[in-house]
């Protein structure tokens, strides 16, 4: 079974990092392009960032410069390191695999003082 388990996330001050993981089982994230997604109540899944199967890395305007995505392929793990969060980070985030089309469960990151 092709599963995606995400973690992290949480509540944290403006100007402040978290740390994002997307696990897998059943792929192999080393071959398969990755992506991130965040959605807030009511509005549409926004794209974030994608890491490609050679490491490529691209980043939504909103994010560039704060967010980095990475794969540990020892840990068949991919990750989203947020640092400079603002308020208007706050959302819902996930990670997609279109190959497959799976998503992880979602996870809340909270950006508020």
């Known amino acids: 079974q092709v599963q995606l388990v995400q973690s992290g996330g949480g509540l944290v001050q403006p100007g402040g990092s978290l740390k994002l993981s997307c696990g897998a089982s059943?792929?192999?994230?080393?071959?398969?392009?990755m992506d991130w997604f965040r959605q807030v109540p009511g509005k549409q899944r926004d794209w974030v960032a994608t890491?490609?199967?050679?490491?490529?890395?691209n980043y939504a305007d909103f994010v560039k410069g704060r967010f980095t995505v990475s794969r540990d392929n020892a840990k068949n793990t991919v990750y989203l390191q947020m640092n400079s969060l603002k308020p208007e980070d706050t959302a819902v985030y996930y990670c997609?695999?279109?190959?497959?089309?799976?998503w992880g469960q979602g996870t809340q990151v909270t950006v508020s003082s």
């Open positions: 059943g792929i192999n994230l080393s071959l398969n392009t």
């Open positions: 997609r695999n279109i190959l497959f089309n799976i």
């Open positions: 890491i490609t199967r050679s490491s490529a890395t």
